[in-house]
């Protein structure tokens, strides 16, 4: 089992530009979800997708945007990059049916970002 | 948003047992106790769950007070691997649909050979 993948592992924009990074989720799970972790601070939640609609939103601005596909993997979207997008982005999966509150996150990698 | 309350670091000695406290007094009747932890250059991983009663898996134990406003992660025997960043979550059941979770700092733990 490959687990939760992200794309790329690195990578370095500029301010201003924009970035897609990529998810593909754990086989059996159809819930994902993405949190930015600034160095030295707990991951934050960013947004969650599952049936290719996104259903819940933390607070983050329009700036982020997300997409899921019908095989479940999913694409984190960043519009004019600022500097302190500079982070680690992370994205977790699970499986939606199962008793709630029990439900148990896999997490990716997380892919790191850095605005110049 | 439902929060919880840990010490920024604790120190370990390897082979010797570890108890990471956590504090939720305003945890609610539905909420479960979730740990993660996330080890230098990775993402967090699933520790152990539990909701009211004592759970015990291959990792570790979660003890939950009678009251449920507080709990402990414990580690039997901690090696060197087990130094991470611990987080206590509380996992909130909002109305029917799955709640996502809200980490906080979490507990920096160092393992002294």
């Known amino acids: 089992d490959a687990g939760v993948t992200q794309s790329p592992t690195h990578l370095i924009k500029t301010r201003g530009q924009q970035v897609t990074l990529r998810c593909s989720p754990k086989?059996?799970?159809?819930?994902v979800s993405w949190y930015q972790q600034a160095l030295g601070q707990g991951p934050q939640f960013i947004f969650q997708?599952?049936?290719?609609?996104?259903?819940q939103r933390g607070n983050f601005p329009d700036r982020f945007s997300g997409h899921q596909f019908p095989n479940y993997s999913s694409e984190l979207n960043v519009n004019a990059l600022l500097l302190g997008d500079s982070a680690l982005y992370l994205c977790?999966?699970?499986?939606?049916?199962?008793?709630?509150?029990?439900?148990?996150?896999?997490f990716g990698a997380g892919s790191r970002l850095t605005v110049l | 948003d439902a929060k919880t309350t840990q010490p920024n670091s604790m120190e370990s000695n390897e082979e010797e047992p570890v108890h990471l406290p956590c504090n939720h007094s305003?945890?609610?009747?539905?909420?479960?106790i979730h740990w993660y932890r996330q080890l230098p250059s990775q993402g967090p991983e699933y520790v152990i769950h539990g909701l009211t009663s004592n759970v015990n898996n291959r990792m570790a134990s979660l003890a939950i007070a009678e009251d449920r406003k507080s709990s402990t992660l414990i580690l039997h025997r901690a090696t060197l691997r087990d130094a991470a960043v611990y987080y206590c979550?509380?996992?909130?059941?909002?109305?029917?649909?799955?709640?996502?979770?809200?980490f906080g700092k979490g507990t920096k733990l160092s393992v002294k050979p």
């Open positions: 977790a999966s699970s499986n939606r049916d199962r008793v709630i509150g029990a439900n148990v996150l896999t």
């Open positions: 086989s059996g799970h159809d819930t």
């Open positions: 997708y599952y049936e290719e609609e996104e259903r």
């Open positions: 979550i509380l996992r909130v059941n909002y109305g029917g649909s799955q709640g996502n979770l809200i």
């Open positions: 305003t945890i609610s009747g539905t909420d479960y």
